[in-house]
């Protein structure tokens, strides 16, 4: 089987720049995660797609970050224009269902360095 | 609402010594805990989690967590440390009942040393 795919692996921008990042999760996986994982922490929830729909995106800087899952496949999360602060790693993962209780499974993550 | 702490940032050990890292939760609803490892440059990947069965949970690789409601914790062990344990381990909360938002710990990097 599969696993969740990410590109591109490594990014590095001028701050006010632009960047997109691409996911495709596992076949048949109804849910999406993006998370934002800043050196030394732990990953941060960005954004929850259950199929095509966004279940909470409360962490999501809306200001200046998006993502779109069409199709309820594979999804991209856009930052426009991007600050220092996002240097970080943006992981992806699916899970079956999206239950509390489900695992999810990651992508490798795509690091990006902001200048 | 929803926490996890963890509460080494650091755990060194030596190889074939027993391995804790310690996690401390909290939550307003019945939890469901995970513990996911970090291997560099490689995705998470899953090493065991609680979901309100059994309170001694068995996981990959030989590890091992006790969910401790009385202690709202949730620690990882392993009786024998091994060269290729040496990653970044992840203690995950998330509620059942609540607004589903998996929290991560900031992470224990554990060392292990020949």
């Known amino acids: 089987e599969a696993g969740v795919a990410q590109s591109p692996r490594y990014k590095i921008i001028e701050k006010r720049q632009s960047v997109a990042f691409w996911c495709n999760p596992i076949?048949?996986?109804?849910?999406l995660y993006w998370y934002q994982q800043i050196l030394g922490q732990g990953p941060k929830l960005l954004i929850q797609?259950?199929?095509?729909?966004?279940?909470?995106d409360s962490q999501l800087p809306k200001d200046r970050f998006s993502a779109e899952r069409l199709k309820g496949v594979d999804s991209t999360l856009k930052i426009q224009p991007a600050k220092l602060e996002d240097s970080a790693v943006y992981l992806c993962?699916?899970?079956?269902?999206?239950?509390?209780?489900?695992?999810?499974?990651f992508g490798p993550g795509t690091r990006l360095l902001v200048l | 609402a929803q926490s996890v702490t963890q509460l080494d940032s650091h755990v060194s050990v030596s190889e074939g010594t027993p391995v804790l890292l310690r996690c401390n939760y909290s939550?307003?609803?019945?939890?469901?805990l995970f513990w996911y490892v970090q291997h560099p440059n490689k995705g998470l990947q899953l090493l065991l989690k609680?979901?309100?069965?059994?309170?001694l949970v068995k996981g990959i690789n030989g590890f091992e967590a006790e969910f401790k409601k009385s202690e709202t914790s949730f620690h990882l062990t392993k009786p024998s440390a091994h060269m290729s344990d040496a990653a970044e381990y992840f203690c995950?909360?998330?509620?059942?009942?609540?607004?589903?938002?998996?929290?991560f710990g900031r992470g224990t990097s554990l060392i292990v040393h020949p």
């Open positions: 993962a699916s899970s079956n269902r999206g239950t509390t209780k489900e695992t999810q499974y």
């Open positions: 076949s048949g996986h109804a849910t």
């Open positions: 797609f259950q199929n095509n729909g966004v279940v909470d």
């Open positions: 939550s307003s609803y019945s939890p469901s």
């Open positions: 609680y979901t309100s069965a059994a309170t």
């Open positions: 995950v909360v998330s509620e059942s009942g609540g607004s589903y938002i998996p929290t």
